[in-house]
């Protein structure tokens, strides 16, 4: 069991939340009076997530799409989340570019693991900040080799554009909807983008560059960083934890 204020100050710290301006109002975004005795952990801040959260008796749930944003747009969904949660007395705490960007716990940072990159180096600018890294194979690897480890790995189906090398040695990385760095990846010589999403527009620019890509799913890309979290919360405060799964197809 532990308070819920010890945990936002803990989480508050670790991702820096107060110095990565963002347009979700991340932090605490739910309170409850409850101690918590169980995390849930998950990608979106939605009901449905919201009735397995409850179903497991989570007492606070961390999410990396979290239901406050400036501006706040769909207010009345909003409050439909947020009643719920409040019926519930189940607390919310988002975390967005913050699990982005982070160098231990982050999405793009833990997708680099999962391919055992080197020389990894920041990567993929989105305003003031890069969001994502770049990195190299220990050696040459075909596109359908990677996109077959993060099948596995992230249990996820790749869309896989082979519009480029047929041997990939480097290549950068933007979880979620990071097409933006299509442009920097081309710049920097890169042999492949691995993103969540792509709108139609950034399919034809990857194929006119050329530049090999490896669509991922944007839940998939994401759900790396709230993982990470789980175990760094259940040994800090001596709590249970749980991921709370729930897929979309994006």
Known sequence: MAKLNNIVKFLNKELNIRLIPDKSRNGLQVKTSKDIKKIGFAVDACISTFEKAKKAKVDLLVVHHGVKWTPQKYKKISKKRIDFLEKNKIALYAA??????????????????????????????????????????KKNITINKIANNLNKKLKTKCNVLNFGKKQIRSIGIVSGGGSEAIEEAVKEKLDCFLVGEIDHGAHTRLKDYPLNAIIAGHYATETVGVKALMPVLKEKFNIETTFIDNPIRL
Do not use: A
């Not at 990894?120 to 190299?136: E, L, P, S, T």
């Open 96 to 137: 967005h570019l913050p699990l982005d960007i982070n160098e231990e716990y982050g999405n793009n940072i833990g997708l680099c693991r999962i391919l055992n990159l080197k020389n990894v180096k920041k990567f993929g600018r989105y305003h003031r900040f890069k969001i994502g890294y770049k990195g190299k194979f």
